[in-house]
């Protein structure tokens, strides 16, 4: 299966269907009058998301969904048909946006929760609608009103309470895999991980929490550089960053110079996403020998000038990641304690996140007009040419998503 996080399609809604004229011929039975029945409406188009569902794959071989027409009315005070809603799954977390207006539709957040994002046309009224007193015999008709046609862009967030941020090879998937039982791929090179990965932290019976890795950012990220900005935005969704950091690289590069531009790119991509809670995890300290662990950690600790929680941990062999998990759980509970008992703080919250994801959104937007101009040479392309080829190998990475 590939991973595909965005996907623009075109819905159109069914066509009313037409009312129809007729009048009542039946032996013996003179002037039976007018019975043309109504026609049908016709169907809308709804998104519903479905746990089942992890990727937009589908929506990138297949752009255009068109819902059923209604039926037309007919003699005797028939009713035509009505046209069969059509319903698109999607992931849970989908963010659904209009194309045109860059209106955001909705975001569907719990499984089989629904959304329509185009009503179906109105049926036509046949001709005994239009009896009265004075009218005894009306032949006017109404025709069934055109459906919505909406130009939709699908954007896919993980849902996950804690995020992992950090540069390439620092041990972010070495971190989840000894957290959680998911299995990301683990390499000694750089940018193993192409796709985001979730784990589920089971810290007690009835206490977890989901975590999610994305892939390694680099110095320039925000300007496209590596595998750029794009997974960010699935960070945008989460309460806590975790930022990771080797204490020892393999090649001898600065830690705090490597976690001084991880911090940089983040404000870049999104100020509201780079002022959210952040703990810093020093990874790695088994490489280092015991004497000097502690001076090497508080060294990067006063090089950052952090003021947040600082752990120390060697996610290989899981030392020192049981007390994080457990701080993380009571961190999480204590801010749902919180908004149960002030509501306002959960409009905050809700606010809060919306403007991450505006702000990711004109960030990546950004970077893809950057990208059209390269590639067209210093031009920017005429309209109607997408720079998001739909056959581009870009998006044809193995999804890796774990229970």
């Given at each position: 299966?590939?991973?595909?996080?965005?996907?623009?399609?075109?819905?159109?809604?069914?066509?009313?269907?037409?009312?129809?004229?007729?009048?009542?011929?039946?032996?013996?039975?003179?002037?039976?009058?007018?019975?043309?029945?109504?026609?049908?409406?016709?169907?809308?188009?709804?998104?519903?998301?479905?746990?089942?569902?992890?990727?937009?794959?589908?929506?990138?071989y297949q752009r255009f969904y068109?819902?059923?027409?209604?039926?037309?009315?007919?003699?005797?005070?028939?009713?035509?048909?009505?046209?069969?809603?059509?319903?698109?799954?999607?992931?849970?977390?989908?963010?659904?946006?209009?194309?045109?207006?860059?209106?955001?539709?909705?975001?569907?957040?719990?499984?089989?929760?629904?959304?329509?994002?185009?009503?179906?046309?109105?049926?036509?009224?046949?001709?005994?609608?239009?009896?009265?007193?004075?009218?005894?015999?009306?032949?006017?008709?109404?025709?069934?009103?055109?459906?919505?046609?909406?130009?939709?862009?699908?954007?896919?967030?993980?849902?996950?309470?804690?995020?992992?941020?950090?540069?390439?090879?620092?041990?972010?998937?070495?971190?989840?895999?000894?957290?959680?039982?998911?299995?990301?791929?683990?390499?000694?090179?750089?940018?193993?991980?192409?796709?985001?990965?979730?784990?589920?932290?089971?810290?007690?019976?009835?206490?977890?929490?989901?975590?999610?890795?994305?892939?390694?950012?680099?110095?320039?990220?925000?300007?496209?550089?590596?595998?750029?900005?794009?997974?960010?935005?699935?960070?945008?969704?989460?309460?806590?960053?975790?930022?990771?950091?080797?204490?020892?690289?393999?090649?001898?590069?600065?830690?705090?110079?490597?976690?001084s531009a991880i911090i940089g790119?983040?404000?870049?991509?999104?100020?509201?996403?780079?002022?959210?809670?952040?703990?810093?995890?020093?990874?790695?300290?088994?490489?280092?020998?015991?004497?000097?662990?502690?001076?090497?950690?508080?060294?990067?600790?006063?090089?950052?000038?952090?003021?947040?929680?600082?752990?120390?941990?060697?996610?290989?062999?899981?030392?020192?990641?049981?007390?994080?998990?457990?701080?993380?759980?009571?961190?999480?509970?204590?801010?749902?304690?919180?908004?149960?008992?002030?509501?306002?703080?959960?409009?905050?919250?809700?606010?809060?996140?919306?403007?991450?994801?505006?702000?990711?959104?004109?960030?990546?937007?950004?970077?893809?007009?950057?990208?059209?101009?390269?590639?067209?040479?210093?031009?920017?392309?005429?309209?109607?040419?997408?720079?998001?080829?739909?056959?581009?190998?870009?998006?044809?990475?193995?999804?890796?998503?774990?229970?």
């Amino acid at each position: 299966m590939k991973f595909v996080d965005e996907a623009t399609i075109k819905v159109n809604a069914g066509r009313g269907g037409n009312g129809a004229m007729s009048f009542r011929r039946e032996k013996y039975i003179a002037k039976g009058g007018p019975d043309g029945g109504d026609g049908g409406d016709g169907g809308s188009v709804y998104l519903e998301a479905d746990h089942s569902v992890n990727t937009m794959v589908d929506y990138r071989y297949q752009r255009f969904y068109d819902a059923e027409n209604g039926r037309g009315g007919s003699g005797r005070n028939c009713t035509g048909r009505s046209g069969v809603d059509l319903v698109l799954r999607v992931p849970v977390g989908t963010t659904v946006i209009d194309e045109d207006t860059q209106e955001v539709l909705g975001d569907l957040k719990r499984t089989e929760q629904r959304l329509m994002v185009a009503q179906g046309g109105f049926h036509g009224l046949g001709n005994l609608r239009y009896k009265s007193s004075t009218n005894r015999s009306p032949t006017q008709t109404s025709s069934g009103s055109d459906g919505e046609i909406r130009n939709l862009r699908l954007e896919m967030k993980v849902l996950a309470d804690v995020g992992l941020l950090g540069l390439p090879n620092a041990g972010k998937s070495t971190f989840i895999r000894s957290v959680s039982s998911a299995k990301p791929k683990v390499a000694g090179y750089p940018f193993t991980t192409l796709v985001p990965n979730l784990g589920v932290v089971k810290v007690q019976a009835h206490r977890s929490f989901v975590i999610a890795d994305i892939p390694g950012l680099i110095e320039g990220a925000s300007e496209g550089a590596g595998l750029g900005v794009r997974f960010l935005k699935h960070l945008t969704r989460t309460r806590l960053l975790l930022h990771i950091v080797d204490v020892a690289p393999f090649d001898q590069s600065d830690p705090v110079a490597g976690a001084s531009a991880i911090i940089g790119e983040l404000e870049r991509f999104s100020p509201t996403l780079h002022g959210r809670d952040r703990w810093l995890v020093l990874n790695k300290i088994d490489l280092l020998p015991p004497e000097e662990r502690e001076a090497r950690c508080a060294q990067i600790v006063e090089g950052l000038n952090w003021q947040g929680p600082v752990y120390s941990v060697a996610a290989i062999d899981k030392s020192g990641v049981q007390p994080i998990c457990g701080a993380i759980m009571s961190y999480l509970e204590r801010q749902a304690e919180e908004e149960a008992e002030n509501p306002e703080l959960k409009k905050i919250e809700s606010a809060t996140q919306s403007a991450m994801q505006a702000e990711s959104r004109a960030r990546i937007q950004e970077v893809a007009e950057l990208r059209r101009i390269a590639r067209a040479g210093g031009q920017v392309l005429e309209d109607g040419i997408d720079e998001d080829d739909w056959d581009e190998d870009d998006y044809d990475v193995e999804v890796a998503y774990e229970p």
